[in-house]
């Protein structure tokens, strides 16, 4: 069974930057794409970034493109989101995710496994 837990969110000021860590505890044997994706309460759940399993292959959503980068350490079971130039509409519960197949995907449906998010709050 995978297990996702994030960490690195927190409390910063626009502009700042932060980067969170999305770490594989369980099941390590597959090939899966994995992905970032953001909430904010009473909205819906919103594509952030995805990687592929080889991490050769990234997307991104216009939001974030050019200030965000993603990135994973297969060896170590890790997935990254370094976010730079915070922006006040960044702050969500930012969660992980992983799907079993190596190519990765936008849509939330797609993905197989989900960590429990970690807060990112961006403060004027």
């Known amino acids: 069974q995978v297990q996702l837990v994030e960490s690195g969110g927190g409390l910063v000021q626009a502009g700042d930057s932060l980067r969170l860590t999305c770490v594989n505890s369980g099941d390590t044997s597959g090939n899966f794409a994995k992905a970032w994706f953001r909430q904010v309460p009473g909205k819906e759940r919103e594509f952030v970034a995805a990687i592929s399993y080889s991490g050769q292959t990234t997307n991104y959503a216009p939001s974030v493109k050019g200030r965000f980068t993603i990135s994973r350490e297969n060896a170590k079971n890790t997935m990254y989101l370094q976010m730079n130039s915070l922006k006040l509409e960044d702050t969500a519960i930012y969660s992980c995710?992983?799907?079993?197949?190596?190519?990765?995907?936008?849509?939330?449906?797609?993905?197989?496994?989900w960590g429990r998010g970690t807060q990112v709050t961006v403060s004027a």
């Open positions: 995710a992983s799907r079993q197949h190596p190519f990765m995907s936008t849509k939330a449906i797609d993905y197989d496994f």
